[in-house]
């Protein structure tokens, strides 16, 4: 299995506070991706990073902000969580673009 | 329309049977194509890659055509441990340099005894 940490596993908390979900790897890649899953809708991506520093948003990143200061270590905060926020969030890597992406187990926020 | 679109079944199926899924992609500049495999609460595993001339891992044959921007899986002889939601993911140079991964919601799969 790849080398993918994702903490806390579970967390729940209440509207309007700030949350940090992190992620980190052991497999030296350059890319990480945090994803949310949601019903209906299926993975989707909310920020992604190609290197240390460099992030870029995805479909979903409205009320998400994403930090990268090591390679190892990929951070998705929510400024001021909302209860459309509750989800499972699911943080992954690749070697490439485009390549195959290996996915942590995920970490499941409710926001009441 | 979505990027990806997936049957979400569920399909029910006895065990020994063989079972198809199809999935249908818009991008016709996709490269990469995959499926994953979902168990319950669970992340993300990737079954197998698909490529252009078909190919086989043991029970699990997966078919792309390109021209009619299609994907399949064929999965003989099921066994109970096949449940899962099975993800049909396609690649997307959405802008920029970076091909994103466009994952369909899953098709269910429940092998019964």
């Known amino acids: 299995d790849a080398g993918i940490t994702q903490s806390p596993r579970h967390k729940v908390t209440e509207t309007g506070t700030p949350v940090t979900l992190r992620c980190h790897q052991t497999?030296?890649?350059?890319?990480m991706y945090w994803y949310r899953q949601d019903p209906g809708h299926g993975l989707r991506l909310i920020h992604y990073?190609?290197?240390?520093?460099?992030?870029d948003k995805g479909e979903v990143s409205d009320g998400y902000s994403v930090s990268r200061s090591k390679t190892e270590d990929f951070l998705l905060t929510l400024e001021s969580a909302t209860s459309s926020q509750t989800s499972v969030y699911f943080c992954?890597?690749?070697?490439?673009?485009?390549?195959?992406?290996?996915f942590g187990a995920g970490t499941r926020l409710s926001v009441l | 329309r979505k990027e990806v679109e997936q049957d979400p079944g569920p399909f029910n199926v006895p065990e020994g049977a063989t079972v198809a899924f199809n999935c249908t992609y818009s991008?016709?500049?996709?490269?990469?194509f995959f499926w994953y495999r979902q168990d319950c609460r669970k992340e993300p595993k990737l079954l197998m890659s698909?490529?252009?001339s078909g190919n086989e891992d043991g029970r699990f044959t997966a078919q792309l055509n390109r021209a009619s921007q299609y994907i399949s899986l064929l999965i003989r002889d099921s066994k109970l441990s096949d449940s899962a939601t099975y993800l049909c993911?396609?690649?997307?140079?959405?802008?920029?340099?970076?091909?994103?991964?466009?994952f369909g919601t899953g098709t269910l799969l429940a092998v019964q005894p």
């Open positions: 990073s190609y290197g240390v520093k460099d992030t």
């Open positions: 698909v490529y252009s």
């Open positions: 992954a890597i690749s070697g490439g673009s485009g390549n195959i992406q290996y």
């Open positions: 991008n016709s500049a996709s490269q990469s």
């Open positions: 993911v396609v690649s997307s140079l959405t802008g920029g340099a970076t091909n994103k991964l466009i």
């Open positions: 497999e030296n890649h350059r890319y």
